[in-house]
């Protein structure tokens, strides 16, 4: 992999051997045009041989590389792991079943040269493209999460919180994957509560999105498990937020001097 690119994509996948090759062939083919230096990313746990099948990927592909194990650890634990080895400038993530195609990138990568501190798709916003939309019951759902949500957590002027397409600053994604709490299905609202707590200036952009039917989601167990998760979120004790704040507080505050304020 290079020394330091700019973009560091990891891409989470539980038993994904089905479709992570041609995700990542169809990724390697836009980011390869791009003019900056890249590299995939994979967190593959499972037993299904994902993780073997991209590593024999990225013997011929040093941009490509791969962690996990034959356990489930849960998608927030892997993309922690990962951003833990990611040595891009900006760092974010696409989910493996590639509902959202790496070029709405274009999308997303400008805000960072607006200031802002993390940027992720969002199903909810009126430039967003459903090309094929969730069943009646799963988008019924959705709405009924979204409700519990903001009534337990917060988060009201998000529309979406768990489209799996989010990139952040480097530093950013380290402070929050260090002190974030949740490996299951929830981190996407554990990190945004964080970021918003702290202080990180957040953009939420419409991507085109399509879903694919498939759903890991236990109907009973999983939501007993989220809603137990979203209380921990709201009532849990976080970690201080590591050096960016204050180092966010300082850039201000020396732009003030410079400019006479």
Same mark, same amino acid.
């Given at each position: 992999m290079f020394a330091s690119p700019y973009l560091s994509v990891i891409v989470p996948a539980y038993? #994904? +051997?089905r479709v992570i090759g041609s995700t990542l062939r169809a990724m390697r083919e836009y980011l390869s045009d791009q003019v900056y230096d890249y590299e995939i990313i994979v967190a593959a746990d499972g037993n299904d041989g994902t993780r073997e099948l +991209? /590593? #024999?990927m990225a013997q011929d592909d040093p941009t490509l590389g791969v962690l996990g194990s034959p356990h489930r650890g849960g998608k927030g634990r892997g993309i922690? &792991? /990962?951003? /833990?080895?990611?040595r891009g400038q900006i760092i974010g993530f696409v989910d493996a079943d590639y509902k959202t195609p790496i070029e709405e990138i274009e999308k997303v990568l400008p805000w960072f040269d607006e200031g802002y501190d993390l940027a992720f798709g969002s199903r909810g916003m009126a430039e967003t493209r459903i090309e094929n939309p969730q069943n009646i019951v799963r988008r019924l759902g959705s709405r009924g999460f979204k409700i /519990?949500? &903001?009534l337990i957590v917060g988060l009201w002027g998000i529309a979406d919180t768990q489209c799996g397409f989010k990139f952040y600053r480097a530093p950013v994604a380290r402070d929050l994957f260090r002190r974030m709490r949740i490996d299951g299905y929830m981190f996407d609202v554990d990190l945004l509560y964080l970021a918003k707590r702290t202080g990180y200036r957040m953009k939420e952009v419409g991507i085109r999105w399509r879903d694919d039917g498939d759903s890991r989601l236990e109907l009973v167990a999983g939501n007993w498990q989220n809603l137990k998760d979203l209380f921990r979120i709201r009532l849990g004790a976080y970690p201080p937020p590591? +050096? +960016?704040?204050?180092?966010r507080a300082l850039e201000r505050q020396t732009a003030d001097v410079f400019s006479g304020r």
């Open positions: 038993n #994904e +051997v +991209v /590593a #024999e922690r &792991q /990962a951003v /833990a080895r990611a /519990a949500m &903001q590591f +050096v +960016v704040p204050a180092a």
